[in-house]
């Protein structure tokens, strides 16, 4: 361990920078997993996402004129 305050500090801040690596790859790699268990689901479903279409627009927005 090193005496020196700057060291010690540099040796610490190197160690939380790991650490927070590590964090957000386990992180994504959750994310990761959430995102194909629900994929998953909706295929269950019958959804297919190949032929959806997405909008920002709900259905009860649009009014026939």
Request: charged letters at 50%.
């Amino acid at each position: 361990m090193p005496d020196d305050p700057v060291d010690k500090f540099l040796t610490d801040k190197k160690t939380l920078e790991a650490q927070r690596h590590e964090l957000i790859k386990d992180l994504l790699r959750q994310k990761e997993a959430a995102i194909k268990s629900f994929d998953e689901k909706l295929e269950k479903l019958g959804y297919d996402a190949d032929h959806a279409k997405r909008s920002h627009h709900r259905k009860d927005d649009i009014k026939p004129e």
